[in-house]
């Protein structure tokens, strides 16, 4: 046990110290990589889906960029998940042509947000601020919007009156994963056209993001789904004369499902290469190790507890 915790403290340290900054995008038309770390192997790359700033928080982001670290591959997060950039675009209608949600849509929006996700947070308040009324400052410091009266001095005892005026709110949410979905697609297909030497990608993330690149469509880009489960998608992605594989590894934020599946492909792949495996392996205990370990469930999760328990 004292070894798994200094791991796991080594692990925390890292996701730390690469924290995942929202950088400025050259183009307004698409969505900002919200975090790249170039390795020395150009060609292969990790996805590594964060949530804000609650990185480290969950076990499989310091893992997955050790990993990413031990081989040499660059990681990056292009999953815009109820951040910033998604709720901006969301609230200002971008996804119905600029048609901006009523206020009546917005208190909708927000109740979504805090029944589907707020309920994972052991401090509701610290979520209200840091999901609603930080959202709504920022858009206002921006001049995109003025803030509502009913956001001001918004806490989690009125998120839940507001709640419970509010009826079903489904379809504001499947919208809502349908646009982070699509602006992450836009995202991802023009981080890849522009690392040119990219030619593999694996990746972590929610399960409601796993079909985010199948309908793609873009000028000069093919996408094949080669193989689809509930838990992986494996990717052909043409883009000129470039192929890329794209293999998606879909899970729970804080469960390590889907890091040891990753894990355990990458390590076959360099087995198959004749490269060592050693750290890998390693990292896959750790992540084995985790999966029993009671006290790394996360306090909080941007994950929806819904009856799938899927993202």
């Known amino acids: 046990m004292t070894r798994f915790l200094v791991l796991l403290a080594v692990c925390f340290s890292l996701g730390n110290a690469y924290g995942m900054e929202e950088s400025k995008s050259e183009d307004t038309n698409v969505a900002p990589v919200k975090s790249y770390t170039p390795g020395s192997n150009k060609a292969y790359a990790f996805l590594i889906e964060g949530c804000g700033s609650h990185d ?45 949600l009523s206020e009546e849509e917005q208190k909708e929006f927000a109740v979504v947000e805090f029944k589907f996700f707020g309920t994972r947070f052991t401090n509701k308040d610290e979520f209200v601020n840091d999901w609603i009324a930080t959202t709504y400052s920022r858009m206002e410091e921006d001049k995109l919007l ?79 789904v080669a193989h689809s489960t509930d838990t992986f998608r494996w990717l052909k992605i043409t883009l000129g004369e470039r192929m ?12 390590p499902t889907h890091i040891k599946s990753m894990l355990g492909a990458v390590i076959i792949e360099r087995k198959l290469l004749s490269q060592s495996t050693g750290q890998l ?30 993202k």
């Open 146 to 224: 003025k803030k509502p009266d009913w956001v001001k001095n918004i806490d989690a005892k009125k998120m839940e009156k507001l709640s419970s005026e509010i009826g079903s709110t489904s379809d504001l949410l499947n919208r809502g994963i349908e646009y982070s979905n699509l602006i992450s697609a836009e995202t991802f297909m023009d981080f890849v056209s522009k690392n040119k030497d990219l030619q593999v990608v694996r990746g972590i993330i929610g399960f409601r993001h796993l079909p985010f690149l199948d309908h793609f469509k873009g000028d000069g880009i093919k996408v094949e």
């Open 56 to 100: 480290a928080e969950f076990t499989e982001i310091p893992i997955a960029i050790l990993a990413a670290k031990e081989i040499g591959a660059s990681y990056f997060d292009i999953i815009h998940s109820f951040n910033y950039e998604f709720h901006k675009r969301f609230i200002l209608g971008k996804w119905r042509k600029g048609k901006e």
């Open 281 to 310: 392996e390693l990292l896959l205990n750790l992540a084995q190790l985790s999966s029993t370990n009671k006290s790394m469930e996360p306090a909080r999760s941007c994950e929806s507890p819904d009856s799938t328990g899927k």
């Open 244 to 255: 890329v594989y794209v293999h998606l590894h879909g899970g729970l934020h804080g469960d």
